[in-house]
């Protein structure tokens, strides 16, 4: 969905139909908060379905946008990343970075380029709906909470993805990665 075109959209009531125990666990959603109405319920898991191109899903795999995507545990994805260096952990990270699909996404579908950085909250946003962790950016700092990948790995991809220099910043717990940018 083109960007402004949620505020844009006129609404239009439908009728759905649902079975009972699915309308139960809407309005136990509802009950405890999780959503505002069975409305926006829907409307949600519709988007979603839209986002990750639920549709297009075959035998072959998971695709979001034009992606193929892999379920995978953390800790599988541990045990390949202790066997390299942080030096190589950080190569596989530029290498990936420089062929990153978030970068196809942000110019095909949302027509930017990924060097601008207006741009970098979107590719954030992109990356944390993958699973890679939660971003947030204060001025030249970004931090990671939860990451999914090491920091050596996660700051290569970066500075490959946005063409910019970035140094590693020490945090006090393990659950976050802390990057400020290079001037």
């Known amino acids: ?4 075109s949620e505020k844009s959209d006129k609404k239009k009531i439908i009728s759905v139909t649902m079975s009972n125990s699915i309308v139960k666990l809407m ?8 959503g505002r109405s069975r409305a926006q319920l829907i409307e949600d898991a519709v988007r979603w379905y839209l986002d990750f191109t639920v549709h297009k899903w075959a035998e072959r795999g998971l695709y979001v946008n034009a992606v193929r995507s892999v379920l ?9 990343f202790s066997k390299l260096t942080p030096v190589e952990q950080y190569e596989l990270g530029e290498t990936a970075g420089s062929q990153a699909p978030v970068a196809d996404v942000i110019r095909l579908f949302h ?4 060097r601008d950085t207006a741009t970098r909250e979107l590719a954030f946003q992109l990356l944390q709906n993958s699973g890679w962790g939660e971003f947030s950016s204060h001025d030249d700092l970004i931090v990671i909470g939860g990451p999914f990948y090491p920091a050596p790995f996660i700051r290569g991809y970066l500075e490959s993805l946005f063409k910019l220099k970035l140094e590693l910043v020490e945090t006090n717990v393990k659950e976050n990665v802390a990057l400020r940018e290079k001037r």
């Open 1 to 4: 969905m083109p960007k402004g």
């Open 111 to 114: 027509g930017k380029d990924i």
């Open 27 to 34: 309005d136990r959603l509802v009950q405890d908060r999780v």
């Open 72 to 80: 995978e545990s953390e800790t599988l994805s541990s045990l390949f």
